[in-house]
Nanobody, 124 residues
Framework: VQLQASGGGLVQAGESLRLSCAAS????????AGWFRQAPGKEREFVAA????????VYGDSVKGRFTISRDTSDNTVNLQLNSPKPEDTAVYYC??????????????????WGRGTQVTVSS
């Protein structure tokens, strides 16, 4: 099982960024997929999740209206478009796969596949 995130980097506030996560080693199409983030000294925070079929999407309150999650079943990827990022969006972003999109949002997180993170830094 592998979830490989990419696309992180240093951007200025307001400059868009797109993260991608490639899944392999399991039946990704049968799982909901999502993104989390963790800033230094803070708890892990739910960002967004998309259901198996791609038509049910949930967002964390802090990113709603600014970030967009999508998935591509043809190449087993889940993407996160960061529009209008702010310095407080600076964090390590992780992708994950689980049984449902709501389960990714509220937990528990016992049966979740986690990927390695990608650093996003937003400068002011």
């Amino acid at each position: 099982v592998q979830l490989q995130a990419s696309g992180g980097g240093l951007v200025q506030a307001g400059e868009s960024l797109r993260l991608s996560c490639a899944a392999s080693g399991f039946a990704f199409r049968l799982y909901a997929a999502g993104w989390f983030r963790q800033a230094p000294g803070k708890e892990r925070e739910f960002v967004a999740a998309v259901g198996k079929g791609g038509n049910v999407i949930v967002y964390g309150d802090s990113v709603k209206g600014r970030f967009t999650i999508s998935r591509d079943t043809s190449d087993n990827t889940v993407n996160l478009q960061l529009n209008s990022p702010k310095p407080e969006d600076t964090a390590v972003y992780y992708c994950a796969a689980g049984p449902s999109e709501w389960g990714l949002k509220v937990g528990p997180y016992d049966n979740i596949y986690w990927g390695r993170g990608t650093q996003v830094t937003v400068s002011s």
